[in-house]
């Protein structure tokens, strides 16, 4: 695997998206795919991050290095961590928290986990603190005590702090927009099982993976 930071070069095209006031985070994150050119299929992750001047980079892990392309700036380093049982690290991570529920008629639907809670009191008097509270406490709830935590090769060492909460509206085309829910989650894990951890690193977490949503940041503490 490899681990690749990749900032956009600046040039006289990017510098005219941004003053459109067009999105340049949207086009950069079309663009990565061109990293990877002789891929059918996605075979990375990948995590936005937004500099102090405005301008986004980003993190990847891939099963292959990335190619020089002439609209970023890449730096790229083999990915193999040596991992044993009880290593404690620190962690950072994207989400975008999801449940299915089941409808009268049978049919299966899915909910942003967040928007969930908050429309189970939409009829309550609750203050919106508690609201707030109920919302974050769900995305909490989500990760910390999923079932397949142990499937990943972790436990948490305590509750995840919430940093951030996003709602994204892409527009893929003149007739599809493309909306979802992102978290950003932050604490300490153990590690249980290397293998099944490194693997789950490589593969991600949860749904959305292909707009940004997954990649587990880990560092040791």
Known sequence: MYFSKVQIALSPESLQLLSNGKSLAYAAHKSL?????EEEK???????ETQKNGIPMYFLL?????????GFIIQTKSFAPKLA??????????????????L?????????????AKKKLRDSEAHPETIKQEMEDAARHWFAYSKRLQEWGFELSGEPYIEKYY????????RRIIQFSSVDLQGQLTVTQPDAFL???????????????????????
């Open 42 to 48: 996605r075979q990375f992750l990948f995590r936005e």
């Open 33 to 37: 795919w061109q990293l990877f050119t």
């Open 85 to 102: 049982v009880g290593d404690q690290l620190a962690y950072q991570i994207r989400v975008n928290p999801t449940v299915t529920t089941r």
């Open 167 to 174: 709602q994204h509206k892409l527009k893929k085309n003149s």
């Open 62 to 70: 891939s099963e292959k290095p990335p190619e020089q392309h002439p």
């Open 199 to 221: 693997k789950m690193l490589c593969t991600g977490i949860g749904r959305s993976k292909a707009f940004g949503c997954g990649l587990m940041m880990v560092r040791r503490v």
């Open 104 to 116: 009268e008629s049978g049919k299966r639907e899915r909910h942003d986990v967040l928007m969930h």
